[in-house]
């Protein structure tokens, strides 16, 4: 299996199954760790770095993670395969554009991917469609068991596992949840529910990470306290409470617009409809804005032409690293605009 | 000897106006600190610039040396981890434990002690205050549906999780 091999089709979390999977895209949990015995990565030379990935390497097959897994060696892929993997989110970008000896193990299915010398010397993390943050939990402690009985992690006892940014230290664990809200940004009332999530000290971020804004209105909600709770009570915070209100947010926005705006919503979705399906050129955007207001409009019964997966799929089809790939070389930008508004008028099934 | 300040005719004036009329005409206008700081011309500091300055002499060479602080293991000193953000080494935290300390604090929200799980454990912790929560959700619905007796056992199921977490 390579990274060409992943290109074609849709990766585990963009399924559209699981609960509560109309708003809630995925769930992910990470957990960070080192191994005893070498410095952090900002004080590691080049030879503690590929001893780090030896270790690792080693750690990881002798748990058992060769089978149905396949490793990717990330100094030595192309720009364009980097890319790809991030957009699959089974790297970070920091992974993607780090340097030296580095490398994720993916498990087939793409559910699991484990990194080797991101900002920690391992960052785990478990991906599933829709909210099933306890069966993740269940998933990667049982991976992280595997790996703690074949090689030693930092730890301390007060602080727990150490990690190399203090934000980090004691469980390791962000849990982030994926979120699609469109009818809180139409009612505007998002801006209020992003500012009560950082007062509950939790970080907002776009479709792709730190630094990315919310396009195609993806909003990722994570935890930032690691230190002084359990995993299960940050995981249970968000299961029954922080996410399920959110969510009920949004269904009410969602009931507002179709009982007050309904005409005007059923414009934004078919309008959208109409251009993704007839223009020559698409910045991606623009695609994303007009696919979240197709997306809103299947998962609200009000258009029933596509289903929730395939939209998904576009989402991540349209990404410039997988359009490249599907067009088989390297597009220039304006290249990509082109390749994306076939690509789309194709798989909406119009042949104007 | 200066100007007098024209609103108490006692002080030096130290704050000089020039006002524009209406009729292009400069108007010159004389006050002392604390008569310009009452009429809203200027604002009171709050602290004279002479203590805020040696407080800051006095900070400097704390400052200084703890930047200069440096782990044996790794070589890093406090100062490069406050610019880049991150560790050199595991054995840091134990290096830098008082400066790092109230760091972490600030940014784990008054965290400062592991209660997740440990290398090898099963963690008793983490799932006794997870059967908490539900047990208190539970609670709470069963006393807004007035089923006193599920919540009479509930309650006492409550208490005795609770005691065990305290022992």
Redesign the interface.
Known sequence: MSVDDLAGHVGEWLRGTGPLSDIVISSRIRLAR?V?G??????ASEDDKKEIYRSLGDALSNAGFGSNSFFVDIENISDVDKQVLVERHLISRQHAEGEGSRGVSVSMNETHALMINE?DHLRMQVLRSGLQLDSLWNEI?EI??RL??EI???????????T????N???G?RVSVMLHLPALKITGEIEKVLRSAKDL?LAVRGLFGEGTDAIGDFYQISN??????????II?TFS?DIIPKIVEYEREAREALSEQRSVQLDDKVWRAYGILENARAMASEETMFFLSHLRLGVSMGRFDQLDIGTINELFLQIQPAHLQKLNGGKLSGEQRSIARANYLRERLGNNN | MGILCQCCNQANATVHLTDIQPSGEPVERHFCESCAASEGITMKPHEPVNLMLEKFVKMAPAVREAAQLTCP????SFGEFRA???????QD?TEFREL?TP??ER??????????????QP?E???R??RI??LE?QLEEAVSAEAFEDAARLRDELETLRSEGKQ
Request: proline share 5%; hydrophobic share 30%.
């Open positions: 080192n005893v070498f410095p952090f990565l900002s004080r900002e402690g992280d068991d703690a009985a030693e992690f930092a730890f301390d006892d007060d602080l727990g596992y150490l190399a940014c203090p934000t230290v004691g469980t664990l000290k930032q306290v690691t230190l002084g709770t359990s995993e299960e009570e249970e029954s | 293991n790794c070589g890093i880049q953000g991150l560790l050199g080494c595991p935290y790092l760091l972490i940014a784990q929200d008054g965290g400062e002690r592991h209660l997740g799980k440990r290398p090898g963690n912790h983490g799932k205050r997870v929560r539900s959700r």
